[in-house]
Structures are given as C-alpha cells and as structure tokens.
C-alpha cells in the first residue's frame, strides 16, 4: 500500500506571527493515522517548524551545491541536521522565475537522497503543451534524466508532484480523470524502467488548485496518492477538509 500524502506548500506567504498561528491550529487537527501531512513553510521558518509534534516539515527547494560560499542559499545537510525528511524540488515558480531545468533539479535531488531526505519532485505541462496535445511528452522529458540517471533504490525514497502549470493558482484544476490518466503515466515510465513493484510504491500527487471541493474525486483515483497543495493550505478549515477527503 503507498503513502498517503498531503503536503502545504505555503510558498512566500504568512509574516512569523500567522504562520506560527497557522502551525499552532494544524497541528491540532484530527486526520487518519495513515495520512502523512507535510507542511512546506517559507525556509526562514524552517529551524522552528521542525519541532512540530505531528506534521512533517519540509524546505520548498534546496541548493545543489555542498556547504560554502553559495550567498542566500541552504544545503541539504543543514536540512539533515534539522531532522526533516523532506524537500520540494523543480516546482514550477522556480523553473520559471529562476531558470531550473532538469540538470540542476537532479543535482539538488542528488544532493537530498545523499542525506536521506526525500525530493518531492514537481512535473507539469504548461497550457500551451496541453493545448498542442504534447502533455505527455513534456512531462517525459521532465522526468526523463531523473529515470536515466537515479536508481531504482533512490526511486523508493521519492515522491513525484505532478502539476500541470495552467492549474496552479489559477483556479482551474485538471479533470480527475486527465490528472488520473498523466498518474498512470508516469506510474507506466516508472514501471519501464525500473520494474512494477518500485513503480508501484512511488506516491504521486496531483497540485493545482485542489481545493476541499475537488480533492475527494481527485483523491479516489487509482494513480493519485494525496495533493500539493498551494492556496487551499493557508486555511486551517480547507486544509483538514483536503487531509480528511482519502
Ligand atoms: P495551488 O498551488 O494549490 O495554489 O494551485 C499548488 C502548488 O503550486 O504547489
């Protein structure tokens, strides 16, 4: 059975007073034990978010570099000495306003496994790929060093996001049955590579705009294991309505 997944990705939002208050009603409330909630805060939160008793916490993004002269940026080893189990890579706010591509996404997710911390890789098409009907194709590519140049075993140690960029923020989100379909996908290039029984214990969770109105039918899904969820995650009530909908 794979992991049920909800992680918050509350992006650059909430001054120190509201997130620690945010934190504070997250944490007390009641979800099934076989839910994992990770919370994503702004990585200036991160030192203290990593006491918290029930949710898991992990960093939006991470250098691909070692410690050193690297100015504003953190390691996954600082990361490994905070004890957190997880960190977003590849999101598509940094591929886009930061230039990531998938060199540097594997360099940073390398830079995770190696400290034991699982990398919640993002994929996604843009609407003008979705348009064109080369969805597929551009998320295969996305993922396509990942499957070449990682091993099955580090496989076992990840989670992919997958997050069609026309559906983040913007209200609209994929129709279950095509989020589903893009799930089987990746589940299938997985299964190429490395084998059924790895393919099948890989979470993949499905971000853009999934809202308490949406994440039950998205969540019933075969393929889908749980949500990334922007937005929807800065209010207690929406939040625990998504971790409450498997
Ligand atoms: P959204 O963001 O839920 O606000 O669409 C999802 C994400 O970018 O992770």
Same mark, same amino acid.
Request: glycine share 6%; hydrophobic share 35%.
């Given at each position: ?58 960093? @939006? ?34 591929? @886009? ?58 496989? @076992? ?17 994929? @129709? ?41 039918? %998205? ?8 949500? %990334?969820?922007?937005?929807?995650? %800065? ?12």
């Amino acid at each position: 059975m794979r992991k049920k997944i909800v992680v918050g990705n509350w992006k650059m939002n909430l001054n120190s007073e509201k997130a620690y208050k945010l934190l504070e009603n997250l944490e007390s409330i009641s979800f099934p034990n076989d839910v994992e909630v990770i919370i994503a805060p702004p990585s200036i939160y991160l030192d203290s978010f990593s006491k918290a008793k029930k949710l898991f916490i992990s960093s @939006q993004d991470v250098s691909s570099n070692d410690n050193g002269a690297y100015t504003g940026e953190f390691s996954a080893e600082m990361l490994s000495s905070l004890n957190l189990k997880y960190s977003i890579i590849g999101h598509s706010e940094r591929r @886009q306003y930061h230039g990531e591509g998938e060199d540097l996404i594997c360099k940073k997710a390398r830079q995770l496994l190696k400290y034991n911390i699982s990398p919640i890789y993002c994929c996604g098409e843009s609407l003008e790929n979705r348009k064109s009907k080369n969805h597929f194709q551009v998320v295969k590519s996305q993922l396509s060093r990942l499957l070449n140049e990682f091993r099955g075993s580090d496989f @076992q140690n990840l989670i992919i996001a997958y997050e069609p960029v026309w559906a983040i923020g913007t209200g609209l989100t994929a @129709q279950p049955s095509d989020a589903q379909n893009m799930h089987l996908f990746i589940r299938q290039l997985i299964d190429d590579k490395f084998g059924l029984e790895i393919a099948q214990s890989v979470p993949i969770l499905y971000g853009g705009s999934c809202k308490p109105s949406n994440s039950k039918e %998205l969540f019933s899904m075969n393929d889908i294991d749980g949500g %990334l969820i922007g937005g929807a995650s %800065l209010d207690a009530d929406s939040f625990s309505t998504i971790i409450n909908s498997f």
